[in-house]
């Protein structure tokens, strides 16, 4: 299996930014697509944005301020977080795909791994 860890999340004021990284370890050579979703506290777990081979995948409430980035030699990848809103306020979780690929990098139910996570909460 794969192992997860989340860091970067913090307290930050609306229109600021931060950036999140997940480390894999262990068997990251079957890694297919790693992603980020989010859940927030009496909400359900929605996907943010995914990287699979170089290709990005965004949620739209995300698009044009977020920026999702891989270091494969490193098993890392980045979300880059621009003009922060209240509502991005959740825990962000990092989750990765194993050996095959798929066009459902939305769907929570298709990643085989995850992180424990990690607070985001913008202050208006």
């Known amino acids: 299996q794969v192992r997860l860890v989340e860091s970067g999340g913090g307290l930050v004021q609306a229109g600021g930014s931060l950036t999140l990284s997940c480390a894999a370890s262990?068997?990251?050579?079957?890694?297919?697509?790693m992603g980020w979703f989010r859940q927030a506290p009496g909400k359900e777990r929605q996907f943010v944005a995914a990287w699979s081979g170089g290709r990005t995948y965004y949620a739209d409430s995300v698009k044009g301020r977020f920026t999702i980035s891989g270091d494969d030699a490193k098993n890392t990848v980045h979300l880059q977080m621009n003009n922060l809103k209240p509502e991005d306020t959740a825990v962000y979780l990092c989750?990765?795909?194993?050996?095959?690929?798929?066009?459902?990098?939305?769907?929570?139910?298709?990643?085989?791994?995850w992180g424990q996570g990690t607070q985001v909460t913008v202050s208006s």
């Open positions: 989750a990765v795909r194993l050996f095959r690929g798929t066009i459902y990098y939305y769907r929570q139910d298709e990643y085989d791994s």
């Open positions: 262990g068997r990251t050579g079957s890694m297919t697509v």
